[in-house]
């Protein structure tokens, strides 16, 4: 069974440019999650997909970070436009529902430098 | 708001020997998951262990054990038998029992880089 995929793995790019991430769940997973990992820090949810539908957004950035999930499967988060602070590593990670019993499966992330 | 503390930002063992690394959180809920994950230098977190508040018995799994000490708000994980593969950060997590917006995430704590001599 395939994992999580993100892409790209790597991401430089200048302040003020936009920019873009991607992640295919597990197949048949219906919750996808996008997280933030600042250096030396733990993970922290930006967004939760249950489908289509943000049902927790409440800690994403609306003013420059914008997602999406429109036929329930694979997700974008974009950045626009990045700032120097949004250098990061962004994950992604899916389950099988949204219960809180249910294992979270991550990807390999995202590792974005605003230069 | 849950909180999550790793108070050992870096610990190291001897291949073979025993290591424990701690963590303490924050809560007012009585139900709850707990949480032990392992971040390779690849990036990949990758689930170690799981402890439901409810279950009084620690969980292990393999090489990987937990002492859960409900009431003093404390969940450490010894690593038993240390191999180099072992080497990574590892996060406790804290997840919510109960459903409304936000509880649901994995509140993390900051990590313990873990390295392995061999």
């Known amino acids: 069974e395939a994992g999580v995929v993100q892409s790209p793995r790597y991401k430089i790019i200048e302040k003020k440019q936009p920019v873009a991430f991607w992640c295919n769940p597990i197949?048949?997973?219906?919750?996808l999650y996008w997280y933030l990992q600042n250096l030396g820090q733990g993970p922290e949810l930006l967004i939760r997909?249950?489908?289509?539908?943000?049902?927790?957004d409440s800690q994403l950035p609306k003013d420059r970070f914008s997602a999406e999930r429109l036929k329930g499967v694979d997700s974008t988060l974009k950045i626009q436009p990045a700032e120097l602070g949004d250098s990061a590593v962004y994950l992604c990670?899916?389950?099988?529902?949204?219960?809180?019993?249910?294992?979270?499966?991550f990807g390999p992330g995202t590792r974005l430098t605003v230069l | 708001a849950q909180t999550v503390t790793q108070s050992q930002p870096e610990m190291s063992v001897q291949e073979a020997e025993t290591v424990t690394l701690s963590c303490t959180y924050d809560t007012s809920e009585s139900d709850y998951y707990l949480f032990w994950y392992k971040q390779p230098p690849s990036r990949q977190m990758i689930l170690v262990i799981r402890?439901?508040?409810?279950?009084?018995q620690n969980a292990t799994e393999n090489r990987f054990s937990v002492n859960f000490q409900k009431a003093a708000k404390s969940f450490s994980l010894k690593i038993s038998d240390s191999q180099l593969g072992d080497a990574a950060m590892y996060f406790c997590a804290y997840r919510s029992q109960y459903s409304g917006a936000g509880s649901y995430q994995l509140t993390f704590g900051k990590g313990t880089k873990l390295s392995v001599i061999p």
């Open positions: 402890q439901e508040a409810y279950k009084q």
């Open positions: 997909y249950e489908n289509e539908e943000a049902v927790d």
């Open positions: 197949s048949g997973h219906n919750t």
């Open positions: 990670a899916s389950s099988p529902g949204q219960g809180p019993y249910n294992e979270q499966f």
